[in-house]
């Protein structure tokens, strides 16, 4: 009789840590996806050619990344990780919690509207993502969210503010995809985010729900 698959049962194990030497080989080929996708989308992320742009063997690849949708979320984790080094040295300025973060958001937006190629490939592969690729998924979620909290400022956010953070990063992802897919304008996008974010200022000042 099989074994009894439990939750605990399917977590994978703790990854050690990259050598130095490892983690130049993972920066190489996260570069090379990014130009691949840069310039021919989601259908240009092909794991051959990568492993040839990257200069590694292909089952090296296949070690590193399973699949193109773990490489073109791994590469999203990649892209926010910059965004986030950014922001730290040139921090949002707006008064609010809700304008600092309205303003991350777009300046965040407007990098992706730079490469609209790569941003397709990046929100494709989260949208087909399935639960093998969910702890990758739950990285660039964590970053996003880690991105929200710091541009809010000020000590650790309260439950009704992350609760309104997770509000405010579902509007985000719903306005890129709307955005990518011809549905939705810049101002528009604009106009979505802003109006999510005042929920950061209603949860912070005590509003309706914050209790």
Do not use: N
């Not at 958001?105 to 509207?113: D, I, K, P």
């Not at 609760?163 to 985000?172: G, I, L, N, Q, S």
């Not at 810049?186 to 200022?201: G, H, N, P, S, Y």
């Amino acid at each position: 009789m099989p074994a009894e698959v439990t939750p605990e049962s399917t977590v994978r194990p703790p990854v050690p840590p990259l050598t130095e030497r490892q983690e130049a080989r993972r920066r190489r080929i996260l570069e090379a996806t990014a130009r691949l996708a840069g310039r021919g989308g989601f259908d240009a992320v092909q794991m051959r050619e990568v492993a040839e742009a990257s200069e590694v063997a292909l089952g090296t690849l296949y070690r590193y990344f399973p699949s193109k949708i773990h490489l073109l979320v791994a590469t999203m984790q990649d892209q926010l990780e910059r965004l986030h080094g950014t922001l730290r040295e040139r921090p949002p300025a707006g008064e609010t919690a809700a304008e600092r973060v309205a303003e991350t958001l777009m300046r965040a937006f407007r990098a992706l509207r730079r490469e609209p190629q790569l941003a397709d490939a990046m929100v494709r592969a989260v949208i087909f993502a399935d639960r093998g690729v969910a702890a990758e998924v739950e990285q660039v979620s964590r970053q996003t969210t880690a991105i929200i909290v710091e541009a809010m400022g000020g000590d650790r956010p309260t439950p009704g503010q992350l609760a309104a953070v997770r509000v405010v990063e579902h509007t985000w992802h719903a306005a890129l995809v709307g955005w990518l897919s011809g549905r939705a304008s810049t101002a528009q996008v604009k106009a979505d985010i802003e109006t999510a974010c005042r929920l950061l200022d209603l949860r912070e000042a005590g509003g309706p729900g914050s209790a």
